[in-house]
């Protein structure tokens, strides 16, 4: 079936980087796509969408880039904080459902 | 607003016991969600709901059933629960006109 999966499992990053957190994804279907963020004990925050017409769209601190022709989408967090510290989650989206990958857990080292 | 509220935070159940999840919004949303999540996975879609008086099976159906008798209500039943379905609950809700969905704080379900 369609899936989607991350690169890598966790990423350590210094605080004051940038980190870059990457995603696989198989539906080329998919209408659009979502970054989310979870922290312990919480339920999963949005941070970021693209639909699939676009190549690149930013937000406050983060940019997220879809590559359709190898199917390959990844969220670029700018100067990194301990605050940032968590899973990301991407996930694929077509009609008005939600595939979502296994998750990257992100930590910032002061 | 409180958004997306869950009901309860915790809950330890016997083998073959019942429960109801509830699950409600306070934004007006048409769709709503059920999802599990267990360690070192995403979330998987259990059932969801395009409106009032209206269910569909997700992914992982098996063993739950849902109902959504009000628009801001989606309620999730376990008849007989089984120590598989130990996991982590979140509910979540979307508007028709933009892609986000949005989460509660989670049902944490033990069985025993």
């Known amino acids: 079936g369609e899936s989607v999966g991350l690169h890598l499992p966790t990423l350590s990053v210094q605080e004051g980087d940038n980190s870059i957190i990457n995603c696989a994804y198989s539906?080329?279907?998919?209408?659009?796509f979502i970054w989310y963020k979870q922290e312990s004990g919480k339920g999963p925050q949005f941070i970021i969408d693209?639909?699939?017409?676009?190549d690149k769209r930013q937000g406050q601190r983060v940019t997220v880039l879809l590559n359709k022709t190898v199917k390959h989408l990844s969220l670029q967090i700018a100067a990194t904080q301990p605050g940032d510290s968590a899973v990301y989650f991407c996930?694929?989206?077509?009609?008005?459902?939600?595939?979502f990958g296994k998750g990257t857990l992100l930590t910032v080292n002061p | 607003n409180a958004g997306v509220t869950q009901t309860p935070k915790f809950r330890v159940l016997k083998t073959g016991q019942s429960m109801t999840l509830l699950c409600a919004q306070d934004?007006?949303?048409?769709?709503m969600y059920w999802y599990r999540q267990d360690p070192g996975m995403g979330l998987r879609l259990i059932h969801y709901?395009?409106?009032?008086?209206?269910?569909a099976k997700g992914e992982v159906p098996d063993g739950y059933n849902v109902s959504r008798l009000k628009k801001q209500n989606f309620l999730l039943g376990l008849e007989s629960a089984a120590p598989s379905q130990t996991s982590v609950y979140f509910c979540?809700?979307?508007?028709?006109?933009?892609?986000?969905?949005?989460f509660g704080p989670g049902t944490r379900l033990t069985v025993l």
């Open positions: 539906n080329s279907a998919s209408d659009y």
């Open positions: 996930a694929e989206g077509s009609n008005y459902k939600l595939t």
């Open positions: 934004m007006n949303h048409e769709y």
């Open positions: 979540a809700s979307r508007g028709v006109s933009y892609n986000e969905q949005f």
């Open positions: 709901s395009v409106g009032e008086g209206t269910t």
């Open positions: 693209i639909r699939s017409n676009m």
